[in-house]
């Protein structure tokens, strides 16, 4: 057949000073080769990730450069070796766009982990092409990046499942959340909806903590058994060692945060995971010996996730029927959608809708 000739070009950071103001830029996507699965975006969900990469929070970032890696879209071509797509699937991209493929992390379904990973945007390939995200006309991937949305799931709700989702996920599935278990989620926003979406549909009792008391009617809607009002004087205390597991999605450690405290409401070797990921100057709290041996707890993090996961993960929201909480909004108006995300305005996602010419 003849596929459509894409045109690849996005919505690019040219002048950090100015980080919410892109500007459509063409690109050069990657080569394409055997194993490549090439794709028409129709959505990209806007991650915390974007503003730290975009406001050069994580450090200097390329330019020009395309940010978005919740993506949503529809195969247009594939290459000779790929086996799970054809034209017209509908598919999604996330967080990881490459790694090696060889070594054992990769070999163990956790390529998440490998040391070569690369990332969807903001990284290179072996070659030196830059990889530029979903705020774009389109994307190439190898096909172990590329993802089958289920008919049951719209392209608009499956895109931030793709990081939001699977980062909160991966470490619920690692660490046991299920019937039994006790698990805190702790932050409400894009990742922190979506955990505790699953961890309520893994069968675990759900304690949603926030800071923002006007959210603890969504946490309930969300399906939270209990909802911790974070502002209160020592929250922690009537929940010393209860949990089995906390999630954390928090990426703004604040001076004064009582991370010890937090510790103190695990059960017995329970464990502190955090997956939000602040700006580089800002460090976890200091611990001491003392905080991690009276529950002999673990403080641990995580990252993204598998393809393994995401698939699992994609059932899951398919057979309980889980919806992200979304706002959307055309590509044009990302601007809005990252301010909103900076100033934790958003409930809970937004997701930017396709509009360039030629798209
Ligand atoms: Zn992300
Ligand atoms: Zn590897």
New binding site residues.
Partial sequence: MCAKQLQFKGYALTDPSRWTDLKITEFKPKNFEPEDVEIAITHCGVCGSDVHTLTQGWGESKLPLVAGHEIAGKVVRVGDKVTEFKPGDRVGVGAQIG????????KSHY?NY????IDTYNAEYPDGIVTQGGYATAIRAHERYVFPIPDEIESRHAATMMCAGLTVYSPLKTWGAGPGKKVGIMGIGGLGHYAVMWAKAMGAEVYAFTHDPSKIGDCQKLGADHVIDMTEKEFWKPLAGTLDLIISTIDVFEKNMPLSSYLSMLYVHGKFITCGIPDASNHLPPLHSFDLGGNGCLVGGSHVGSKKEILEMLELARSKGIRPWIEELPMKDVAKALEGVKDNKVHYRYVLTQDIDGA
């Fill in positions: 790694s090696c493929l060889q070594c054992r992390a990769c390529e490998c040391p070569k990973a």
